[in-house]
């Protein structure tokens, strides 16, 4: 009876931990559209580097793609999805990336 009694308990507990953990920033769950080639943090790999760019200059070459300014490429494919709002929170999100920290979050 008390083991089930605290076993219940640490159920409980575990439970309000994971409830409790803080959903992911917008930007970093859109980003996961981009981890093949860019990462999730904007560092690799062997594709155009996001991560510490500057915010709005992301957003203006995802309008551009979104266009077909820049060709009909995989960007575009990639880029026309996406609302301004969703597009801002992307660019957000890879220009706070630390160009230094290794971390693959
Ligand atoms: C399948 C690979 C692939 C995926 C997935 C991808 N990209 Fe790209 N991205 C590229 C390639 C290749 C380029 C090089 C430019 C081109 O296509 O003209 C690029 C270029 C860019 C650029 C321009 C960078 C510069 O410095 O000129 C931005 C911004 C960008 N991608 C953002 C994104 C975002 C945001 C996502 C996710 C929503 C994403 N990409 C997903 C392949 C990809």
Redesign the pocket.
């Known amino acids: 009876m008390r083991l089930r009694f605290t076993l219940g308990l640490l159920g409980g507990l575990a439970a309000l931990a994971i409830s409790a953990h803080a959903a992911p920033p917008a930007g970093r769950l859109?980003?996961s559209?981009?981890?093949?080639?860019?990462g999730t943090d904007g560092k690799g790999p062997g594709?155009?580097?996001?991560a510490g760019?500057n915010a709005n200059?992301?957003y203006e070459?995802?309008k551009e793609?979104q266009a077909g300014k820049?060709?009909n490429?995989?960007?575009?494919?990639?880029?026309w999805i996406?609302t301004d709002e969703q597009?801002h929170a992307?660019?957000g999100w890879?220009s706070q990336q630390n160009l230094t920290s290794r971390s693959a979050r």
Do not use: P, S, T, V
């Open positions: 859109l980003a559209n981009c981890f093949q080639c860019h594709f155009d580097r996001l760019k200059e992301i070459e995802m793609f820049e060709g490429g995989i960007m575009a494919k990639h880029a996406y597009l992307l660019a890879f």
